[in-house]
């Protein structure tokens, strides 16, 4: 009996998300809108000249062809301008093209290609959109990073432009760990040819921050582990007063006792005084 084929999803030209294959009709990506043709049970091929400009360039990026893909970007934008994506793939391809061919890192450049993408957008799900533009600049950071290393072109100048990409998927993207990480690991090796870490500040204030998230992950841990287990036990868990309500508490008690001390004075004056009026 023979086992039935299955076909893996196929990457949209346009963004790269998968697509799952479809037969007949067309195939809308959820996440940038191209329309695909259906292409039998192989998936989707491009229904228009856009998206084979789009899967062209993409095809010439992942080979390391910086240059071709840059063109074919470069390409789309004068021709469709208002394509968000392609700003955005423009961006990439030429920090790429620019660290291979001139050993440095523009990132301002690259982060204007990003801001021009995010303004062009005009979808559903712009947030989606940013959080994984940010995803992709941070990785594309990482990896520029080590082509730099590769070249001796990791000076402060070009490390502290990547660490601008890291910064922005800090903020935007869906993994703030691995930013710190990645921010540290650039801050901690950069020196100059003199031995000091002109970074060492930038370094240490995200290792605080790597500390202060683990330590808040750990004492959370422990706490859900005490709770279940006194919940196990069928005993409801302690809860320990704020010291701001035990304070506000005695409060309340001392203005409650001063005003009975003063009822009670109050009482006793008015009985002498009931008593002095009828012996005279």
């Known amino acids: 009996m023979s086992e039935e084929k299955t076909t893996p999803p196929r990457p949209c030209p346009k963004c790269g998300a998968a697509l799952e294959p479809q ?59 208002d394509e968000h994506e392609a700003w955005l793939e423009k961006g990439l391809a030429g920090a790429y ?39 992709r600049l941070g990785a594309a950071a990482l990896e520029l990073y080590d082509h730099a290393v590769q070249r001796g072109a990791d000076d402060e100048a070009n490390v502290k432009g990547l660490l601008d990409l890291l910064f922005f998927w800090e903020t935007s993207g869906s993994d703030e760990a691995a930013a710190w990480n990645g921010i540290v690991r650039l801050a901690e090796e950069t020196a100059t040819p003199e031995g000091t870490r002109p970074l060492a500040h930038v370094a240490e204030k995200y290792q605080k921050k790597i500390r202060e998230k683990a330590e808040a992950e750990a004492r959370a841990a422990t706490e859900a582990g005490a709770k279940a287990a006194a919940e196990a036990k069928g005993e409801a868990p302690e809860e320990k007063a704020a010291p701001s309500r035990r304070k506000s508490g005695r409060t309340a008690l ?10 009670v004075l109050c009482v006793l004056c008015f009985v002498i005084l009931a ?6």
Request: glycine share 10%; net charge negative; hydrophobic share 40%.
């Open 97 to 135: 093209q620019e660290l291979t061919e001139e050993g440095r890192v523009d990132a301002d450049e690259l982060l204007l290609r990003l801001e021009k993408a995010l303004e062009l957008y005009r979808g559903e799900g712009r947030e989606a959109f940013e959080r994984k533009a940010a995803d």
């Open 23 to 81: 037969a007949e009709g067309k195939v809308t990506c959820e996440y940038c809108g191209a329309s695909l043709d259906a292409d039998g049970p192989g998936g989707a091929k491009p229904a228009d000249p856009l998206a084979e400009l789009y899967e062209r360039g993409r095809e010439a990026f992942a080979r390391g062809d910086y240059a071709a893909a840059y063109e074919t970007f470069d390409r789309i934008t004068d021709e469709h301008p």
């Open 254 to 263: 001392t203005v409650v006792g001063i005003v009975a001390g003063i009822a």
């Open 275 to 280: 008593v002095i009026v009828s012996v005279s």
